[in-house]
Antibody
């Protein structure tokens, strides 16, 4: 059974940093692109970043470029999102999601809440 | 960047109703469109990909159609468990969502 379990969310002050993790199981993690998608309270879905199978390609939404870094450790079946210089508008539930070619985001984690507030 | 506009944003319907949600793309995207269902406090669930292909395990009352710039998600007979918010998606862009509530 495919499982994605996020962790690392919490309350952080503006300008602070946080590192999110996503532990994958039930599939060959190293064979898939992976994404982070977020959802601000009461709002819609926003794609944040994704990373190729071997980590050689990474893409970001403009609003997080230069502040967030996506990475992965295929030996540990884990995906990460390092978030620096956090802003109030980064407050959201962050989901990790698997990309499967024509079946985009076919599996999602349960999400982890990041709250940026003083 | 491609923009996706869903209509309506809010829909009130009864159990057994046929429901249609539209997603319009700002430029042609062939058939590269997916639909998701999200219930409160839960992660989105993939329903349809490639515009009309039903994801494994999704009930057949859900169907998708369209290509180019206009796409539709249809629920042939709304069930109590279908009351949720629905999103269309193409690559890194999501529509704004359509909330389906009980009339």
């Amino acid at each position: 059974e495919v499982q994605l379990v996020e962790s690392g969310g919490g309350l952080v002050q503006p300008g602070g940093s946080l590192r999110l993790s996503c532990a994958a199981s039930g599939f060959t993690f190293s064979s898939y692109w992976m994404s982070w998608v977020r959802q601000a309270p009461g709002k819609g879905l926003e794609w944040v970043a994704n990373i190729k199978q071997d980590g050689s390609e990474k893409y970001y939404v403009d609003s997080v470029k230069g502040r967030f870094t996506i990475s992965r450790d295929n030996a540990k079946n884990s995906l990460y999102l390092q978030m620096n210089s956090l802003r109030a508008e980064d407050t959201a539930v962050y989901y990790c999601a698997r990309e499967d070619g024509p079946r985009p985001f076919d599996y999602w984690g349960q999400g982890t809440l990041v709250t940026v507030s003083s | 960047d491609i923009q996706l506009t869903q209509s309506p944003s809010f829909l009130s319907a009864s159990v057994g109703d046929r429901v249609t949600i539209t997603c319009r793309a700002s430029q042609g995207i062939s058939s590269y469109l997916a639909w998701y269902q999200q219930k409160p406090g839960k992660a989105p669930k993939l329903l349809i990909y490639a515009a009309s292909t039903l994801q494994s395990g999704v009930p057949s009352r859900f169907s998708g159609s369209g290509s180019g710039t206009e796409f539709t998600l249809t629920i042939s007979s709304l069930q109590p468990e279908d009351f949720a918010t629905y999103y269309c998606q193409q690559l890194r862009t999501f529509g704004q969502g359509t909330k389906v509530e009980i009339k």
